[in-house]
């Protein structure tokens, strides 16, 4: 596609509810990030894809959070659980392998109530 | 590992003034540097990048970054602020290796008085 896709741009759940917020990435891009956002706050690093190697977890608060990434492809985070704290907006970059620099999409706006 | 600070939380400057966003790093190597804009409510935008070559580069909205490798700095300026440039900055540096991973700095919230 011409740019980062992400579905659905906003989103409000119940707490302790599972969601599932989806990324597409620019075509062609090896690399896919998830950042946090909260109110105010800076970008929070959250989980990294690059081609086929192990993804770079370090970022995930908590074993509610994971990802994956289908086929090279379409991204997917998962919050389980939900929690107020979990109320922000969740960016998704991509990039070129070895060219680095990241396309953001418009991001998903989660709301926990 | 690289890191990104970016000393300055919140800087107001009036119409007209110059400006300097202050971004410093941690990285081995020379790493790629970028320096990306957040308006209200916008996601965000590339404004200029580093890779090699010539130390200072030229972005779009009259934004200019220097890097000073022995500083281990990349700041941004602009000679004359608009309005519409209120808005959250960041800085990010990425790997020149395979991995390619970025990581951006906390952000600096600029505001502009008219």
């Known amino acids: 596609g011409a740019g980062v896709s992400q579905s659905p741009s906003n989103k409000v759940t119940e707490k302790g509810k599972d969601v599932e917020l989806r990324c597409d990435p620019i075509?062609?891009?090896?690399?896919l990030y998830w950042y946090r956002q909260s109110l105010g706050q800076g970008l929070e690093f959250l989980i990294y894809?690059?081609?086929?190697?192990?993804?770079?977890k370090s970022g995930l608060p908590s074993d509610r959070f994971s990802a994956e990434r289908t086929g090279g492809s379409v991204s997917t985070l998962t919050i389980q659980r939900t929690q107020q704290e979990d109320s922000a907006v969740y960016l998704c970059?991509?990039?070129?392998?070895?060219?680095?620099?990241?396309?953001f999409g418009q991001g998903t706006r989660l709301t926990v109530v | 590992a690289q890191s990104v600070t970016q000393p300055d939380i919140h800087i107001t400057v009036s119409e007209g003034a110059s400006l300097e966003l202050r971004c410093n790093y941690s990285?081995?190597?020379?790493?790629?540097l970028f320096w990306y804009v957040q308006s209200p409510g916008q996601g965000l935008q590339l404004l200029l990048k580093?890779?090699?070559?010539?130390?200072l580069v030229q972005g779009i909205k009259g934004f200019e970054a220097e890097f000073k490798r022995s500083q281990s700095s990349f700041n941004l300026r602009k000679p004359s602020v608009h309005w519409s440039d209120a808005a959250e900055y960041f800085c990010?540096?990425?790997?020149?290796?395979?991995?390619?991973?970025?990581?951006f700095g906390p952000g600096t919230s600029l505001s502009v008085i008219p």
């Open positions: 970059a991509s990039s070129f392998f070895n060219k680095a620099e990241a396309f």
């Open positions: 075509s062609g891009h090896t690399a």
């Open positions: 894809f690059q081609g086929n190697s192990a993804p770079d």
């Open positions: 990285y081995g190597a020379t790493p790629y």
């Open positions: 580093y890779f090699s070559g010539d130390t």
């Open positions: 990010a540096v990425g790997e020149k290796t395979s991995y390619d991973k970025v990581i």
